[in-house]
Structures are given as structure tokens and as C-alpha cells.
């Protein structure tokens, strides 16, 4: 019998598919390691997820009703979109953006519509970058991007932002500015990525950073692309400038958007890129072969949903009380943190998250709280080597029980305060 030798692609080649930080975070809370612990997934307290729990908008949650109760309806918005996805959800989204942040310049041509904000950021590596390109990434970073780009074989670059000795965020801007100018003069990067607010940190880039690097990538050629998937869980009283920043002004800026923090659209997967048109049309090639086109009906219920929003101020008072929910649960998990733990943390001015500085190996804390509290929380490592002493704390999942933070953190101090030597 001849035995044939499955020949696989050289892009998968030494890469694991349970090996990235985005697996072994999923494995982490998967039930079945739970069990296998000898736990009772039902007593677990997770702080792992990455993800929002508040209630998608009434108004939303009726357009996809008229939608499902009308038969042609139904019908239509069963069929393809163009590639680049309707004309009226990227014109209602250009109206946002114009309405509720001051964007100046963006028309429908500005705006492509996706399957997810992950899918568009691999599309749009695919459209800026030769495979000798070279992408910088900030240290810590979102898991995901790291991941994407070994898969596409780009290399990477890391600029380091974070102290792990002072346990601070940005703290000198003019030197990461320094670091960054020569950057882009010996290593030539084609782009920039980073999010804002930042996942795992919870830390907003400041505005006038991210002016000065838009200003310092141009002379370079470099695209900075900044994923502002948190961008409406901020907790500032004014509105970052930067979320305004517009590629008219900036032809190298590419913001990147999620409907699944915003509207709770998780599971229905949805996203936008907004760049100068050029950059819309190239990333309008690699999609027509990557998806095709975007969900009919999520946009079609999203474009009415916002135009409705728009006209009647529902987005604006949706948009408050959002911020008002996630910055109590904030709030409540730093105060949870200085009561029961003690520790360094990073208070977040947006997003879901908190880091912690546990003091020892990260991964091994996660692990040995996790098998003797029942308590999850998400090691550093993954993020970045910056955070290797450190954890992710996501209050995003617990927004609507508290208690269950404090109960979390009360757990941990018990276990803490009886076996000291096991974590030092």
C-alpha cells in the first residue's frame, strides 16, 4: 500500500493552532479544562473575556424584527451587497462620524464595510504590505495582530511603551517619539498598528502622540493604522480628539471599527475601515476574494438603526449610558483590586481592561489561582514581554454583577493571605 505524505502549505509550517495567545486564552476557559482541574465550571469566576455584556439597543433589536417579520424583507436582505458593502450604511456611517465626532472630509468612499474588524485588519495587511514589509506593533499589544501577521509571514517591530518597573503607560512620550523617528529611519516600516483604548492595558494614546507620529509617518511613507474597536467605552470627560482625526487631512491614517463592543453585535459579525479611497479600493480587491461581500441583513438593520439614531438623539443618550456602565464597573474592580489584592494595576481611561502587576511569572499566577480559587484571569505574556509580571483583568463580562467582582477578589486575598510562599 503506497502512503501518500499530506503536503501542507509552508505558511502554516512550525505554527500551532493551539499555540497563540488568542488559543490559549480560549483553551484557558474552555469547560472542559475547567473539569479537567477538577473545578466546577458553574462556581468559576472569570475576569478572562474579552468581551462587552451590556444590551444591544432596543431600536437595533427592532430593526432586526421588521426585518425577520416581513417576508420580502426578509428575501432582500438575504442577497449579495457589493464588496465594498451598501452605499447606505457607509453613507450613515460617514453621517456618524461627521455628527458625533467632528470628522471632517469622509463621504460613503471613505468607508468599507467587513465581515469583523479581524478580517478587515488581515485584509488590510494584505493591501499595504509587500512580503518584505515590516509592520510596528507597540509592546504590549492586542493578541490578534502578532498572530495575523506570522500567518502572513511579515516581520515585526516592537516599540516598547510600558515600564514594567514603574508599571506605567506612555509615561515619556518624547522618548518613544525618539525611539519611534529611528525606527522608521533604519528599519523603514510600512505600517503602524495599535488600538485606542488599548486592549490589554485599558490606556487611551494620547492625541497629541498620535499627531505627532501621523506627521513623522508621512515623511517615511508609512500608513498608521489605529483599531478603535473600545473607541465608544471611553471614560474622559471630553471626546479624544482622536477618534475626529480624519484621513483627509492625514492620507496615512486608517481607522479601524467593531460593531460587537459598540452595539453588543458580537456574534453578528460586522466591521469598518475608514481611509483615504485609495486605501478603501485596495482593500476592496483582497475582500471580493476573501468574503465577497459583508452581511446584507446586519447592515441593512445597522443603517437604519443609525439613521433613526441620528434624527432623534437615541445614539447620544445610548452612547452616555454606555460609558456610565463600564466606568462604575471600573471604578468598582480598581477599588476591588486596592482592597483585596494591593498590587500595582493601571487604573483603564477606556475599554474592558485593567493590567495588574502580580509581581512573578504572570502565567504561573493565572494558572495556580485559577486550580485553587476557581477565579480566571488572563496571563500578560500574551500581550507582550513587557507584561510577563503581569495580568489582564477584564471586568467587560461582569459589568452587570458586581458582587461577583467582589467575590472574585475576596477568593483570591483568601488564597493569597494562607500560602504567601507558593506566589513569591
Not at 48 to 68: C, D, F, M, R
Not at 82 to 90: D, M, Y
Request: proline share 5%; charged share 20%.
Amino acid at each position: 500500500m503506497i502512503q501518500t505524505k499530506i503536503m501542507l502549505s509552508n505558511i502554516t509550517s512550525g505554527l500551532n493552532a493551539n499555540s497563540s495567545a488568542i488559543s490559549k486564552i480560549m483553551a484557558m476557559a474552555d469547560k472542559k479544562n475547567i473539569i479537567n482541574m477538577g473545578l466546577d465550571p458553574a462556581k468559576i469566576i472569570s475576569f478572562g473575556g474579552g468581551w462587552v455584556n451590556h444590551k444591544t439597543p432596543k431600536a437595533l433589536q427592532n430593526e432586526y424584527k421588521k426585518i425577520s417579520n416581513n417576508s420580502n424583507l426578509f428575501h432582500t436582505t438575504s442577497a449579495y451587497s457589493s464588496p465594498e458593502g451598501t452605499l447606505e450604511l457607509r453613507t450613515s456611517l460617514a453621517q456618524v462620524e461627521t455628527k458625533l465626532f467632528g470628522t471632517k472630509g469622509i463621504t460613503a468612499e471613505n468607508i468599507i464595510i467587513g465581515q469583523s474588524s479581524t478580517q478587515l485588519t488581515l485584509s488590510l495587511f494584505l493591501a499595504t504590505l509587500n512580503p518584505t514589509d515590516k509592520v510596528i506593533l507597540f509592546n504590549p499589544t492586542y493578541a490578534n495582530y502578532p498572530e495575523q501577521l506570522r500567518l502572513l509571514q511579515r516581520q515585526i517591530i516592537y516599540l516598547n511603551v510600558f515600564n514594567a518597573k514603574s508599571w506605567t503607560f506612555m509615561q515619556n512620550e518624547n522618548e518613544i517619539l525618539t525611539k519611534l523617528k529611528e525606527l522608521l529611519e533604519k528599519e523603514k516600516p510600512k505600517l503602524i498598528l495599535f488600538c485606542s483604548p488599548c486592549n490589554p492595558t485599558g490606556q487611551i494614546i494620547p492625541d497629541n502622540f498620535i499627531k505627532k507620529v501621523l506627521c513623522e509617518t508621512q515623511k517615511h511613507n508609512c500608513f498608521v493604522a489605529i483599531d478603535f474597536a473600545y473607541a465608544p467605552i471611553h471614560y474622559s470627560k471630553e471626546t479624544p480628539q482622536q477618534y475626529g482625526f480624519s484621513p483627509k487631512k492625514y492620507p496615512n491614517l486608517i481607522k479601524i471599527f467593531s460593531n460587537s463592543k459598540w452595539t453588543r453585535s458580537l456574534g453578528r459579525r460586522l466591521g469598518w475601515v475608514q481611509a483615504d479611497k485609495e486605501v478603501i479600493n485596495a482593500i476592496k480587491i483582497i475582500q471580493q476574494g476573501m468574503i465577497l461581500s459583508p452581511d446584507l441583513m446586519h447592515q441593512t438593520a445597522l443603517t437604519n438603526y443609525l439613521n433613526q439614531g441620528l434624527e432623534n438623539g437615541s445614539i447620544k443618550k445610548y452612547n452616555k449610558e454606555l460609558v456610565k456602565k463600564y466606568k462604575k464597573a471600573a471604578d468598582f474592580t480598581m477599588d476591588c483590586i486596592d482592597k483585596y489584592l494591593g498590587m500595582q494595576y493601571l487604573k483603564p481611561n477606556g475599554g474592558i481592561y485593567a493590567v495588574v502587576n502580580v509581581n512573578t511569572n504572570g502565567e504561573k499566577f493565572a494558572t495556580e489561582i485559577l486550580q485553587n480559587t476557581g477565579v480566571m484571569f488572563i496571563p500578560g505574556n500574551g500581550f507582550g514581554t513587557s507584561l510577563e509580571k503581569g495580568i489582564r483583568i477584564s471586568f467587560g463580562p461582569l459589568v452587570n454583577d458586581l458582587d461577583k467582582i467582589e467575590e472574585g477578589f475576596s477568593r483570591v486575598k483568601t488564597y493569597i493571605d494562607k500560602q504567601p510562599p507558593q506566589l513569591n
